[in-house]
């Protein structure tokens, strides 16, 4: 591997190994035409040609304008690379706070168990939706203020990336249950990591973002499926109004109404409990 390396730097040209060379001295596989200008000192117009030219030759690949990945070497000339996505999602953020969230969160949690072409970003600035080479890049709006219960996570043995943790997932899935999949994607996510879930943490997060939607399907998912304890149940039946939320907002709003936690019962319980015994 290091001897196929080390040929392929002989065939770029000098300018072009210094650059390849120096990406990897720094452990940078995704870069902008700015790191291009500045390692090589080539102008504007000059580092967008020479960058076009790498393009053509296969020696990286443009995910967007102004923004490159190294093709690694055993890919040969190939163009259509785009690396890890949630790192293309970092970059694709431009230095904003952010995190990956609602099914991409769960994929990293394991709360899932399909493949994702969609990967989620949460951001104060969010951008126009991206597809790059098939995965879909979305941005959702998150005040800088409702950004909590975030860790850092490996995307690879070099790289981590910003995620909201486990708990932080569910209040996430339950406030926007279209981007998880629907409400019984997230009950199952739920379900199956409730031995790492925390049920307190979960309540103070609710509580602490403040949607009465979010403090309703909590409530009724951990009645559910007994988890937590009647303090947990309180903490939550005392911040209700009288309004009556549908339990998954995508569905129509019909089916019965649950006096306790003043929600639209638009999935049925048992269609929630069907994780249980599988």
Known sequence: ML???????????????????????????????GEVKAI????????????????DRGVVARLKPGLF??????????TQYMGHPWLVAKALVGGDVYYLSHGTAM????????????????TPNPKRTRSIMGTEFR??????????????????????????D???????????PEYCGGITEVAKGLWMQREKISPDRLVEYALRLNIGAVIRRLGYLLDLYEIG???????????????????????????????????????????LLSVVRT
């Not at 005040?143 to 910003?162: L, M, N, P, Y």
Request: glycine share 4%; aromatic share 6%.
């Open 69 to 78: 990945i190294l093709v690694p070497f055993e890919l040969g000339k190939e």
């Open 139 to 164: 941005f959702v709006r998150c005040a800088k203020k409702r950004i909590f219960g975030i860790e850092e996570h490996w995307a690879t043995k070099q790289d981590k990336v910003s995620v909201s």
């Open 229 to 271: 304890t009647d303090k947990t149940a309180k903490a939550l039946s005392d911040q209700l109004t009288n309004t009556y939320v549908p339990l998954d907002p995508i569905l129509p709003n019909q089916g019965k109404h649950l006096h306790r936690w003043r929600l639209r019962l638009n999935v049925e319980p048992e269609e």
């Open 40 to 55: 090589t000192g080539l102008s504007d117009a000059s580092a967008r040609s020479f960058a076009r030219s790498l393009v």
């Open 166 to 176: 486990i708990d932080r997932t569910i209040i996430d899935g339950l406030k926007q």
């Open 107 to 122: 994929e990293a949690h394991q709360m899932i168990t399909q493949p994702q072409l969609v990967v989620y970003v949460s």
């Open 3 to 33: 001897e196929n390396h080390k040929e392929r730097l002989k065939t770029l040209g000098p300018l072009a190994a210094s650059l390849v060379t120096t990406l990897h001295e720094r452990n940078k596989n995704l870069f902008d035409i």
